[in-house]
């Protein structure tokens, strides 16, 4: 440990795509790992109410149902109360309270809330996280990346695409605020008539736009909650990160999208052509109007 000298901020500024809001660490709660996002753009912590289930000596302190919002103030979260949990940062175990929320995309979201009662400093270059404990500080190092949950990007609303045009189409993802890759679902990719050129999505209020674009002589559904893929802090560039997609998200979102998308083609595994070489796939497009500082790629 070592003496406390800074507060709250990021000693790096982030490189583009940004990563500050992509900060993963596997923390000690009630003696169980769980697998948890620092999210700076969220103003309150939050425990998965199943995540809860698996732990046991924590203590509610309030059992009211109610509704709040995070600090972009659009998204409402729904809260069965909230817990008080300990958690083993280092060598201290410090008390903190958790909103018990029911979908979450990760077991614990810690948000400003927490970082400010402990005076967090993210060092974002170094992943590195250190907490303000008892007069002084204690750091640990954050997940490798290669170990990060992957992040679904999801349609908000069902959309109808007319032919040969291309729309952007509001999604929605569970993270409040990044910059990130994108990584197309293999049933996105194999859809005969829908197609995305984007290659980078910007989240605010976790929100985006994707381009979508229909090639078709008639119109295409898109229904509500369809996942068009998953966000990403570095690009897709080995055949063991697609196995990696295969094993945390893809089974569930590509059964979800065959339900929703009859028309949808899947397969047990992402399209052996995106494995030969994925650079033969790509080529830059121009920006589609309303995209200005943004880059496509195309997927052949």
Known sequence: MEPVTDGPVSTTSPSYPSKP?????????????????????????????????????????????????????????????????????????????????????VDLIIGMDFLIVFNANIDVKSQNLSLET??????????????????????????????????????????????????????????????????IVTVQHHHSRLLVTNSSDAPEHIPEFFCFGYLLSNPVGSQNFFNQIALLCRRYNEKKNQQNFNRTVTYSQLPQRLFNDLKCFYRSTPSIRGATGTYFFGIY
């Open 21 to 105: 809001f992509l900060l993963y660490a596997k923390l000690i709660v009630n003696n169980v790992p769980l697998q948890t996002l620092i999210d700076t753009g969220a103003s309150a912590t939050c425990i998965s109410f199943n995540t809860l289930q698996r732990i046991s000596n924590f203590r509610y302190i309030d059992t009211t149902v109610s509704s709040f919002v995070l600090a972009d103030g659009v998204i409402p979260l729904q809260s069965n109360g909230s817990v008080e949990l300990s958690m083993q940062f280092g060598n201290e175990l410090i008390k903190f309270h958790a909103f018990v929320i029911k979908k979450r995309c």
């Open 134 to 199: 008892f007069g002084h500080r204690t750091s640990i190092r954050l997940d490798d990346q290669s170990r990060r949950p992957l992040l679904p990007l999801h349609a908000r609303h069902a959309t109808i695409v007319p032919p040969h045009s291309t729309m952007a189409i509001l999604a929605s993802t569970p993270i409040s605020s990044l910059s990130a890759y994108f990584m197309p679902t293999s049933s996105f990719i194999e859809h005969p008539n829908l197609s995305s050129t984007q290659k």
